[in-house]
């Protein structure tokens, strides 16, 4: 390649590596600026990651596809694309299934590769990066296959990473009948059909593991801390709030503690509630503003919300598409869904392999076919037994976010070496950026970011100096 070229590796190629690369192709064919963007994943398909790949058509997008473009410039690109897709008019207020969306991250990566082919090229490797070293001109990456990819920035885009497992106690962790990440191609295959199934964690993780296997003859049990399941969206065909006014009252006007922003929101609710009959506005309305008021709290506050508001928040924030939330109810309903507040205590595995008896909190023993870790994904990274994360950490390229959650990163999402040390040109988006912003987990800030950190890296990083 051309001597002058912008080398930027991306390691990741789920939704968020997928709209970061798309995004670094943007900006290489508006600025004219040579590029190639190497997009690094072992994954067969691009776009999907986690979140997206599944082919469950009852796996479907928590937020309506009229918000869900890629673009933030372009409001219903993902609405349009549908429609060609299909052949008829998508509706903007539609929930449609997941792997839907992962296609279209894909196509616009496409699309963007092409506008830009005189500019940049995006070259995709199907392997896994396994380190990050510094190098005076730059990074190296080390692969899984023992190739190496010299680079002069790279772009974490590890989106979810491991699930977390400190719940798990000892017995259960070494069942041939316990399912780590629901996520894992396959991974429900082998549950047995005539067996019941015990859920632990009741978020959106579980209520789509529910949808799949809920069936006659077998009653899935879910359990959590609390027992509370996500509220759902409101109903198609609901009024919807109108927008504030100008010069009305800016959530950034609370007070900069956990208790007044608590007061806060709840006035808000209640005053959403009583002019439009919902409080859903309310959530809607502050989350723009949450890595601010994340970062007004105090540290103390922000413990204190981890550890007595978090489930609370959650709930409210992640909402459930009204076809989930119908179908959930439905089985509650008929038996074939229990959802209560418990911890897993204890587990003993059956001789023949075939059940697991587990005990709970609240006293109860239940003999199942298969538990299911459904509590989400780690984001301590110094749980994490990633060998990326890890030798970054080791190395002082990264170091923990505030509460140990993600990596510490400036305000453009470069990672702050440990030490006061000077940072490495490597940058991060999305999930690994929550200790900072708090709210980092959704298309709607990934996006922002994704163009962000392409500008950043591409008008700022210097060019390697012709030969």
Known sequence: MPTDTLRVAVAGAGAAGTLAAARLLDTAARTGRRTVVDLVDPAPHTGRGLAYGTDDPRHLLNVPAGRMSARPDAAGDFVRWLSARTGHE????????????????????????????????????????????????????????????????????????????????????????????????????????????????????????????????????????????????????????????????????????????????????????????????????????????????????????????????????????????????AARQSGLLTVRAAEVTGADTADDGRTVTVRLSDGRSLTVGAVVNCTGTESRVGQLADPLVRGLLASGTAAPGPHGLGFDTASDGRLLAAGGRPAAPVWTLGQLRRGNLWETTAIPEIRVQAGELATRILTRTPAPAPV
């Open 90 to 329: 998508a509706d903007p207020g539609a929930y449609v299934p997941r792997a839907l969306f992962g296609d279209y991250l894909a196509a616009d990566l496409d699309r963007s590769a092409a506008a830009a082919r005189d500019a940049a090229t995006v070259r995709r490797h199907h392997d896994r990066v396994l380190a990050v070293e510094q190098l005076p001109d730059g990074v190296r990456l080390r692969l899984r296959t023992g190739a190496t990819l010299d680079a002069d920035a790279v772009i974490l885009a590890l989106g979810n990473l491991e699930p977390a497992t400190a719940w798990l106690p000892p017995g259960l962790a070494r069942s041939p009948r316990f399912v780590a990440d629901p996520w894992r191609p396959g991974a429900l295959a082998d549950i047995p059909a005539d067996q019941d199934v015990l859920l632990v964690g009741t978020g959106l993780t579980m209520c789509d593991t529910a949808r799949t296997l809920a069936a006659p003859g077998r009653t899935v049990h879910a359990v959590s801390r609390h027992g509370l399941l996500p509220q759902p969206h409101a109903a198609p065909g609901a009024a919807a709030a109108p927008p504030a006014r100008p010069g009305g009252r800016s959530p950034l006007t609370a007070p900069h503690d956990l208790t007044g922003l608590k007061r806060l929101v709840r006035h808000r609710a209640a005053l959403h509630r009583r002019l439009h009959g919902d409080w859903r506005p309310a959530v809607d309305e502050l989350r723009p503003h949450i890595p601010l008021l994340w970062q007004q709290l105090p540290p103390s506050d922000r413990q204190r919300f981890l550890a007595t508001e978090l489930r609370e928040w959650e709930v409210h924030r992640h909402r459930l598409p009204p076809a989930t939330d119908r179908a959930l109810t």
